[in-house]
């Protein structure tokens, strides 16, 4: 599976950012996919993830109520909403994807897309 994400940018604190991550080379639909981040110096955290039909989704505590994870299976997406932007918040965020879905959580998924900055600061 090949994950191409974007959707990156510098938002003020606040402020929203919806990330996108499109899928080729598999059918889609027979993997979990998720997103985890990462600042430079620190190990890659999982941020959220969602199961194959898209109708389980799993957030990391930092994001909880904040972020939405959702997924169109018929355009082999998956996207990051990201709302109430913290400076915290700031990292390159990469999509994931694997047929475990416990693999994403635990940040050792199968397929990896590059990564896509986000930055939050005034």
């Known amino acids: 599976v090949q994950l191409q994400a974007s959707g990156g940018g510098l938002v003020q604190p606040g402020g929203s950012l919806r990330l996108a991550c499109v899928a080729s080379?598999?059918?889609?639909?027979?993997?979990?996919a998720g997103w985890a981040r990462q600042v430079p110096g620190k190990e890659r955290e999982f941020v959220a993830v969602t199961n194959r039909g898209g109708g389980s989704t799993y957030y990391a505590e930092s994001v909880k109520g904040r972020f939405t994870i959702s997924r169109d299976n018929a355009k082999n997406m998956v996207y990051l909403q990201m709302d109430s932007l913290k400076p915290e918040d700031t990292a390159v965020y990469y999509c994931?994807?694997?047929?475990?879905?416990?693999?994403?959580?635990?940040?050792?998924?199968?397929?990896w897309g590059q990564g896509t900055q986000v930055t939050v600061s005034s």
């Open positions: 080379g598999r059918t889609f639909g027979n993997y979990a």
């Open positions: 994931a994807t694997d047929q475990v879905l416990h693999k994403i959580v635990v940040v050792t998924p199968q397929y």
